[in-house]
């Protein structure tokens, strides 16, 4: 087994081990249903602040998110990623009643698919689909974007996620979520991703979340809501 293997699998069972650890405290909390948001859930629409490490760096990011109009709620959210490398701004806009909704994101300056300083912007659209009500859900996601740079090759693309989430109760959750990239225009990309994440919140403003890909890129996080 490789250095890197192990190290992934080791990981994950710290994450079940801490996990384990706090289900005893975390159960004894009284949970206030009425402000309790769901922070499993990627749609979900809140003001925090969080921090994450792994063997990519350091990530810093802060959203603020409330109310646009009537049953539409919006939140915007910048990411300093991989110790500062490379920046995201996004924007979200929700439907509550359909729970579906949009995105505008943008990333800046970053390395990846073989290419340096590359800049991407795109646009979303996507929804969440309840399989087993209150336990296991799907979230679509379907974005069509464009890739530029000084020295990139301008490239038009289509990506699809399907972040699925199971939550044992309010507190811990695992989930998987499979990524489709398909380039369109330009730079030849054809790429398939998997991420595999489990995560516990503790209360209605605090999670923490541990993440692995098939990149073997582990990472974790912890999310403050204000």
């Known amino acids: 087994m490789s250095i890197k293997k192990l190290t992934k699998k080791a990981s994950i069972a710290a994450l079940t081990l801490l996990s384990s650890a706090l ?27 969080g921090i994450a490490g792994g063997t990519e760096g350091i990530d810093v990011s802060a959203k603020y998110g409330g109310y646009l109009n009537g049953q539409y709620k919006h939140q915007i959210a910048v990411e300093a990623m991989n110790d500062l490398e490379y920046y995201n701004i996004n924007y979200k806009v929700l439907n ?19 290419m340096e300083d590359v800049n991407d912007s795109s646009f ?40 699925t989430r199971y939550k044992f109760n ?3 959750w695992a ?12 730079r030849d990309i054809n790429d398939w991703q998997g991420t595999l994440e489990a995560g ?11 993440h692995v890909n098939d990149d073997e890129e582990f990472w974790a996080d912890v999310l403050f809501l204000f």
């Open 23 to 49: 289900m005893v405290n975390a159960n004894a909390q009284d949970i206030d249903q009425e402000n309790w948001i769901d922070l499993s859930d990627p749609s979900a629409i809140y003001s925090g602040v």
């Open 96 to 114: 509550a009643s359909s729970l579906s909704g949009f995105t505008l994101e943008s990333t800046w300056d970053r390395d990846f698919w073989g």
């Open 124 to 163: 979303g659209v996507f929804a969440k689909i309840p399989l087993i009500e209150n336990q296991l859900y799907v979230h679509p996601k379907v974005n069509l974007g464009v890739l530029w740079g000084d020295d990139v090759e301008s490239t038009t693309y289509i990506k699809f996620d399907a972040t």
């Open 170 to 172: 309010n507190i811990f």
């Open 175 to 186: 989930g998987i979520t499979p990524t489709y990239t398909y380039a369109t225009k330009g």
């Open 200 to 210: 516990v919140q503790l209360s209605s403003a605090f999670s923490l979340a541990a």
